[in-house]
């Protein structure tokens, strides 16, 4: 059996699905100086040391969006394995339907709530764009 060794730093990123009463997932656009800048993704970020995915995703979900939900509200759906050029990206994504507050943007991104069967018009980061079809059979 051959192994291939890429030499690239994995990186754990946690995303979430955060889904209304209307069935519809909450996208955020990533702001300008940032990279994939002006793409569309599901919040979330990376997993610090010491920390649960689940954990992460209630850390950011309150830093960037102000949106509260506890760790029995994220449900795991599926995940992204994709190699970028400089580092390989593990991303579990969860569904959350159980959240408090109302999202808003507290780091200069936009946000926008879309249908599942509507996001593939939103440009979304290649390891993004494959998990809309878990939401669109979901939801």
């Known amino acids: 059996m051959s192994q291939i060794l890429t030499g690239k730093r994995l990186l754990l990123v946690a995303a979430c699905a955060l889904v209304d009463t209307d069935g519809r997932v909450l996208l955020a656009q990533r702001p300008e100086g940032k990279q994939l800048a002006g793409l569309w993704e599901f919040p979330g970020g990376k997993v610090e040391p010491g920390e649960t995915p689940e954990q992460c995703l209630i850390r950011e979900l309150q830093e960037e969006i102000g949106i509260e939900t506890d760790i029995p509200c994220l449900a795991p759906l599926t995940f992204a394995s994709h190699s970028y050029d400089d580092f390989h990206l593990l991303m579990p994504l969860f569904v959350c ?28 980061p290649p390891a993004d764009a494959p998990l809309i079809q878990f939401l669109i059979d979901l939801l």
């Open 97 to 124: 339907r159980r959240f408090r507050g109302i999202a808003q943007p507290k780091e200069g991104q936009a946000l926008k709530w879309v249908r599942p069967k509507q996001m593939r018009d939103y440009p979304m």
